[in-house]
């Protein structure tokens, strides 16, 4: 069974600049294109960027610009990088597979943007 497992959520100020990280034990890995997503309070869960097996990214217009996805295959992780955080991006935040998330989730990591 695959484990998602993210780290590097906290309590932040508005303007902070945190790294989230999910490690996987899943091999197919390698062939997945990867994505972050959050639920915030109330809210659907929505993907906030993904990157494909080549290292294309996309963003939702949110974050567009704030936060940078990146991947490293040979330790099976992805990373995120948040700059500038707003209060609104205030959620628990979940790795899994991109196109649509795959695996059974993690238990993520909250990210609090205390403004």
């Known amino acids: 069974q695959v484990q998602l497992v993210e780290s590097g959520g906290g309590l932040v100020q508005a303007g902070g600049s945190p790294r989230l990280s999910c490690a996987a034990t899943?091999?197919?890995?390698?062939?997945?294109?990867m994505a972050w997503y959050r639920q915030a309070p109330g809210k659907e869960r929505e993907q906030v960027a993904n990157i494909g097996t080549g290292g294309r990214t996309n963003y939702a217009d949110s974050v567009k610009g704030r936060f940078t996805i990146s991947r490293d295959n040979a330790k099976k992780a992805v990373s995120l990088q948040m700059n500038s955080l707003k209060p609104e991006d205030t959620a628990i935040y979940h790795c899994?597979?991109?196109?649509?998330?795959?695996?059974?989730w993690g238990q993520g990591t909250q990210v609090t943007v205390s403004s």
């Open positions: 899943e091999s197919t890995f390698l062939i997945r294109s």
């Open positions: 899994n597979t991109g196109a649509r998330p795959l695996w059974n």
